[in-house]
Structures are given as C-alpha cells and as structure tokens.
C-alpha cells in the first residue's frame, strides 16, 4: 500500500485526500488548523456518503475508504510519505515556507508536488534541494468527479518524477495532462480572462449576472456559466489567479476587473461565504 500526505484541508485538500483514499493510499489529512482538518473529514464524510448512495461506491468501500484516512496538524505527518500534495492557500510565500519544511521532513525519495493554479512550480522548486522531486499536480473542483489532472513540469522536474506522477494520476482514475510550467499554466490561463471578461461585463453593466452565464451555456454549451464558476472556485482566489497573470505576462491584458476586487474587499467570495455573484442558502 502506498501512502500520500496532503497538506491543506480546505476544498481542495480534503477532495484530494478523499480521492486517494477511494483508491486504496494510506492517507493523512494535514493541516495548521485543528478546525479546518475537522470540517475536512466532516467533507469527506458527506461526500462518501453521497457516493454510497448514488451506488458509486458500496457501504463497505466507504468504510474502508474511511479508515485509510488519518489526520494530522503538524507537518511532522510526512515523515513516513512516498508522495505529498500541497493544497494550502493560493499565496507564494505560504507555499514557499511549506515546501521549505517539506523539504527537510518528508523523505529524500518522496515526491513533493503542488495542487498550485498558477504559481510557479519552478519558484517552489527553488526553496528545496530536490528540484527534480518537485511537480504540480493541479486538480481540479470537485476533486472526486473532474477527470482532469494537470501535471505542471518545472524546469528542474525529472522525466522520472513526470512519469511516476502521470501513472499515480492514473491509478486515481483521473486523465493526467502534461503542461509545462508557466504563469497559471494551461487551465487558469485561459479560463481566468474569460471569468474576469464576464465580471466586466456585469461592472459595465452589458448584461447581468444571469444574463452572462445564459449565453455562456446556451450559447457555447458550458455547463457552468462562468460567474456560476468563479462563485464555485472563490472570488478570492480567481482574484490571486489574475495578479499572477498580471505579474507574470502582461499587466494591462491581465488587469483583475475593479469589480471582482471590490467584492473581494467586501468578503463576497462566493460560495465559501455564502454571497457572491449569486447568494448561497447551503
């Protein structure tokens, strides 16, 4: 048996650690806050069990899945881990500081990847002294139902490190995409302007909220509008998503529209908070 760490219990965290438990690692679920890693199991709970009951996972499997979870508020968990995803907070000094402590704690053959969005997997690599072991490993939400993994290559990641990741991928029933390593990648660097082009839209008043999110799914067969989207993913981090752009690329192309960062200001972040383009009741 095989076992991971995942560092980070939020959304995306717990989703990775309930998918690897799902395929049978050995799994700890880390996380500064004693909190956060409670309502990280309490997640992972919920979502098993929606599972069991649509029949995509059997009572017994669930149970199973279940005891392979461990949890853990010190990064000292690692120690024991072939493998350790990063899904902490989009900042680079919070993930710079995390791979540093990685890098002495898990062990000198474990891989060490990042769930990353858009920061460099090259500049993480840099506060380790394994920058071959070091590879981004974007998931993306919902982790237990979206295919795609995108496996980010930095400058310094080895073809072993790249095909071990890419086969783990695999192994997690998920549809691994080699992309190398670049401001937001392939995923946020196209998605993000399109999310930031519609909350123009709506600034400008060209159309409401509703009204963007109609087009985009009657019009170009989107199955989330892409206001609907950014509520999901968090205004915050769409926010964190464009600065990269900005910084990385070009700064006037990439320019976060003024309403997307006044929202933020307010704390409507979307879903997390209950208020964003839309207003969540669950």
Same mark, same amino acid.
């Given at each position: 048996?095989?076992?991971?760490?995942?560092v980070?219990a939020?959304?995306m @965290?717990n989703?990775?650690a309930? &998918?690897?438990?799902?395929?049978g690692w050995?799994? *700890?679920l880390?996380?500064?806050?004693?909190?956060?890693? /409670?309502?990280g199991?309490?997640?992972?709970?919920?979502?098993?069990?929606?599972?069991?009951s649509?029949?995509?996972?059997t009572?017994?499997?669930r149970?199973?899945?279940?005891a392979?979870?461990?949890?853990?508020?010190?990064?000292?968990?690692?120690?024991?881990?072939?493998?350790v *995803?990063?899904?902490a907070?989009?900042?680079?000094?919070?993930k710079?500081?995390?791979?540093?402590?990685?890098?002495?704690?898990?062990?000198?053959?474990?891989?060490?990847?990042?769930?990353?969005s858009?920061?460099?997997i090259?500049e993480?690599a840099?506060?380790?002294?394994? $920058?071959?072991?070091i590879?981004?490993?974007?998931?993306?939400? $919902?982790?237990?139902?979206? $295919?795609? &993994?995108?496996?980010?290559?930095?400058?310094?990641?080895?073809?072993?490190?790249?095909?071990?990741?890419?086969?783990?991928a695999?192994?997690?029933?998920?549809?691994?995409?080699?992309?190398?390593?670049?401001p @937001?990648?392939?995923?946020?660097?196209?998605?993000?302007?399109?999310?930031?082009?519609a909350?123009?839209?709506?600034?400008?008043?060209?159309a409401?909220?509703?009204?963007?999110?109609?087009?985009?799914?009657?019009?170009m067969?989107?199955?989330? @509008?892409?206001?609907?989207l950014a509520?999901l993913?968090?205004?915050?981090v769409?926010?964190?998503?464009?600065?990269?752009?900005?910084?990385?690329?070009d700064a /006037?192309k990439?320019?976060?529209?003024?309403?997307?960062?006044?929202?933020?200001?307010?704390?409507?972040?979307?879903r997390k908070?209950? /208020?964003?383009?839309? *207003?969540?009741?669950?």
């Amino acid at each position: 048996m095989s076992k991971v760490a995942v560092v980070g219990a939020g959304t995306m @965290g717990n989703g990775i650690a309930h &998918v690897f438990a799902q395929h049978g690692w050995a799994t *700890v679920l880390t996380d500064v806050s004693p909190g956060a890693v /409670q309502s990280g199991l309490a997640a992972i709970e919920r979502n098993t069990e929606k599972q069991a009951s649509k029949g995509v996972i059997t009572a017994l499997q669930r149970r199973d899945l279940l005891a392979r979870i461990a949890s853990a508020t010190s990064l000292e968990a690692v120690k024991d881990a072939e493998l350790v *995803v990063e899904a902490a907070t989009e900042n680079p000094d919070i993930k710079f500081d995390i791979f540093e402590d990685l890098d002495r704690l898990a062990p000198k053959g474990a891989i060490l990847a990042s769930n990353t969005s858009s920061i460099s997997i090259t500049e993480i690599a840099k506060q380790t002294r394994r $920058p071959d072991r070091i590879i981004g490993m974007h998931f993306m939400n $919902p982790v237990p139902l979206m $295919p795609l &993994v995108e496996i980010v290559k930095g400058k310094e990641t080895s073809a072993d490190t790249v095909a071990k990741t890419v086969e783990i991928a695999k192994q997690l029933g998920k549809i691994p995409v080699e992309v190398n390593d670049a401001p @937001g990648f392939v995923s946020n660097r196209v998605l993000m302007p399109m999310i930031n082009e519609a909350i123009f839209c709506v600034d400008e008043g060209v159309a409401t909220p509703e009204a963007v999110d109609q087009v985009m799914k009657l019009g170009m067969n989107h199955p989330l @509008g892409p206001l609907a989207l950014a509520d999901l993913i968090g205004l915050d981090v769409c926010l964190a998503i464009m600065k990269v752009l900005q910084d990385g690329l070009d700064a /006037q192309k990439y320019r976060p529209a003024p309403l997307l960062e006044k929202m933020v200001a307010n704390g409507q972040l979307g879903r997390k908070s209950g /208020q964003g383009f839309y *207003v969540y009741r669950d």
